[in-house]
């Protein structure tokens, strides 16, 4: 690791297969923990590559475990995190909304490394227990048409770099990799970044793929839609500058959107939104985020169509109906 480190302090970029290969060893424990914050530093320092995140990326997949999804097609929305906003469980909720519309979705979380609450944080308030049983992952499925997968028990690196994580309270570069390490990879994926150069890496990333996607970035900042500013969304064939007002939503202020300063506060929020209860700002930087995800699926359809699918899910009660499902399908002591 030593010779590693030096090399990246040089300013030197790795090749895809050294990046796969440190991976590998830090999921084996080859490295003390000091030296996995030194290489999770240089990161923060500049951006990663193309080729280092491809080989970060094909490591974990390679020791991950696999679970076969596929005939579902199913969909994952997710953020990269980091962006510092502490936000509520946004792409969380979309998940809900998109499921309830009659879309499969595979949500793959975490604990929050950077926010008060990760995806994994709100699922376990509602009294969610995490399963890497496949038959159970169908179950749900095909009874609520959402799944969700807690990163550690598919993913043995990122179970193994979470102390780590958690003690610097940073984003770091295992947030890029989140998104690309569903272990069902499912067919089609939206995106949230937190900057305009992890978007053009990760839309040059899918390019190579035949992954349906969009990746979308607030330019203020979110790693996500937050309808606080204009935002970009970036598809395989695409870029496009969307104003909140174009599509007929007010801008919402930043603390409009804030998930509290514990998770049983963010649980609340999300149980507000879930129940169409939540305020107009919640309701609808839910309702953008799920309707562009709807769109990735469905590309021939307007953004105002799915805005207005997105819409219906949620005020309808079919987002609470599924939730109230997946939850009673994936219980403590079900």
């Known amino acids: ?29 080859k490295y003390n923990d000091s030296q996995v914050a030194s290489l999770i530093t ?29 005939e579902f097609s199913p969909i994952d929305i997710v953020g990269t995190g980091g962006d510092g906003k502490n936000t509520f469980n946004i792409s969380t909720a ?33 009294g969610v227990h995490f399963t890497s049983d496949t038959d159970q ?9 959402i799944a969700y997968l807690h990163a550690p028990l598919f993913n043995p690196a990122l179970k193994a770099v979470a102390p780590i994580r958690r003690a610097l309270a940073v984003r770091t570069f295992f947030n890029m990799l ?3 390490v569903n272990p069902a990879l499912p067919r089609y994926q939206l995106l949230g970044v937190y900057n ?43 870029e496009k500058i969307y104003s909140p007002e174009s599509l007929g939503f007010a801008r919402n202020r930043e603390e409009e959107l804030d998930g509290g300063a ?6 609340k929020i999300f149980g507000h939104v879930m129940a169409n209860q939540a305020t107009d700002a919640q309701k609808n930087v839910v309702i953008v985020n799920a309707a562009f995800a709807i769109q990735v699926i469905h590309p021939e359809k307007s953004i105002e169509e799915c805005i207005a699918i997105a819409r219906e899910s949620l005020e309808s ?6 939730f109230r499902k997946f939850i009673e399908l994936n219980k403590v002591n079900r």
């Not at 514990?262 to 649980?267: D, G, M, V, Y």
């Not at 009660?317 to 599924?322: E, F, H, L, V, Y």
């Open 317 to 322: 009660g079919k987002a609470q109906t599924t």
């Open 94 to 126: 979309a998940c809900f909304v998109v499921a309830g519309a009659g879309f499969p979705v595979v949500k793959h979380g975490n604990y929050g490394a950077t926010s008060v609450s990760g995806a994994s944080n709100v699922m376990e308030q509602h």
């Open 196 to 238: 305009l150069p992890l978007l053009r890496l990760y839309t040059y990333t899918y390019q190579a793929s035949d992954t349906p996607f969009a990746v979308v970035h607030s330019l203020d900042g979110y790693d996500e839609i937050s309808l606080t500013d204009d935002f970009k969304v970036a598809t395989s064939g695409n």
């Open 1 to 29: 690791m030593k010779q590693i480190l030096y090399k990246l302090f040089e300013h030197q970029y790795l090749a895809c297969d050294e990046a796969r290969t440190i991976l590998q060893n830090i999921a084996q424990g």
């Open 178 to 180: 989140g998104p690309l």
């Open 137 to 145: 992952l169908h179950r749900s499925l095909e009874k609520c048409n």
């Open 262 to 267: 514990t998770p049983e506060e963010a649980a």
């Open 42 to 70: 240089v990161f923060l320092m500049r951006n990663i590559s193309v080729e280092e995140l491809c080989g970060f990326r094909d490591a974990l997949l390679e020791m991950c475990i696999p679970v076969d999804l596929n």
